[in-house]
């Protein structure tokens, strides 16, 4: 998550009073200082060619974080309560893969708190100074995890990367949400990476967001609800494009998720004899998520298509869904993910019938 004070930057040491003044684990501070002392701060990361300017808290703060020359973006100070965010530099395409880094502290999702100081404690300085750096959702919190700031900034930061287990990608948790992303992480298990791609075109100085909500709780949820489930797992309050419509706009939006939610779980429950209002159905879907501007998960509707169509033994309709299904996991997951392999074996083995 972005929402950290560009402009307070503090020095990895001061980083490390607070984390034991925050309840850390001392042992693992002090292996972190002395580690620290060896490197100053200011060196790491920094190409011997360039003479930092020790007042650009901003260029001190971009080379915490290792942004690589060609990346079409750059973080950057908001000038909303949102801190900082990530803004593209260069024109980018739905589909186009904006980012790719190992994630880091990766935990399974029972028991952290042990395994994520664990972990810290394998991290090198410059990736435990990035860390520290991340912002503390629970910082001022009356929480649960109030006063352990590791484990605070772990679950304000990290990405689920498979169904049991999570992690922090340094770079990808500066990029701030919105219920209407136009860019999407995922965790590809065959590289081991953590990558956004894009889902819609975003021309330059645009922010790009992801969704930190899963997507029937992002297309499929009114505002409140999507406010409160951020709100209790984040403790922030989400003032993205969607979230702060005029009011008469909101209700709209707000009755286009719901439909579509509706929808979806109307879908499965068409017999087999009302499969054209089954096909009507999720046609209807799409167009609302058109509507809304949502530009991403079509797929969740367009391969029930090629299903109940390869199910009644209509092959070509089946192949156009199936196709469509790809096209959309290659945009948002890359041609090498899973998802996209799914879709892909999918079509091999309809056409085999
Ligand atoms: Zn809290
Ligand atoms: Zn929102």
Redesign the pocket.
């Known amino acids: 998550m972005a929402r950290r004070e560009l402009g307070k930057y503090k020095q990895a040491n001061e980083d490390l009073d607070l984390f034991i003044n925050g309840g850390g684990d001392r042992l693992l501070a002090a292996q972190a200082r002395e580690l620290l002392s060896k490197y100053p701060v200011e060196d790491i990361n920094l190409s011997p060619s360039t003479t930092p300017d020790p007042t650009d808290h901003l260029a001190n703060e971009v080379h915490a974080i290792g942004l690589k020359e060609g990346d079409p973006f750059t973080i950057r100070e908001s000038n909303t309560q949102r801190g900082c965010c990530a803004l593209a530099t260069k024109k980018i395409r739905r589909g186009d893969l904006i980012l790719s880094e190992k994630p880091v502290v990766i935990v399974g999702t029972g028991k952290p708190q042990l395994a994520i100081q664990a972990e810290l404690r394998g991290l090198s300085p410059t990736h435990l100074n990035s860390f520290l750096h991340l912002s503390n959702g629970h910082a001022d919190c009356s929480c649960f995890l109030a006063g352990q700031r590791a484990i605070g900034i772990y679950s304000t930061n990290s990405f689920a990367l498979t169904d049991d287990q999570g992690g922090i990608g340094l770079t990808a948790s500066r990029f701030n949400h919105?219920?209407s992303p136009n860019a999407r992480f995922s965790f590809n298990p065959t590289n081991g990476q953590l990558r956004i791609f894009a889902l819609s075109d975003i021309p330059v100085g645009e922010e790009i967001c992801v969704a930190y909500l899963s997507s029937r709780r992002l297309y499929g949820q009114t505002r409140q609800h999507?406010q409160g489930i951020l709100r209790s797992r984040y403790h922030f309050t989400?003032s993205?494009s969607?979230?702060s419509l005029p009011k008469a706009e909101m209700i709209l939006s707000d009755s286009r998720r719901v439909k579509v939610n509706e929808l979806w779980d109307k879908v499965p429950m068409f017999p087999p004899n009302q499969t054209i209002q089954r096909l009507n159905t999720i046609v209807q879907a799409i167009n609302l998520l058109e509507e809304e501007g949502y530009a991403a998960d079509y797929d969740d509707f367009t391969n029930d298509a090629a299903l109940i169509c390869a199910y009644h033994s209509d092959y070509e309709s089946s192949k156009y869904w199936a196709k469509l299904t790809y096209e959309t996991r290659v945009a948002e997951f890359g041609e090498d993910s899973p998802r996209a392999a799914e879709a892909d074996s999918g079509l091999v083995r309809r056409k085999e019938f």
């Open positions: 919105s219920c999507r989400c993205c969607v979230c």
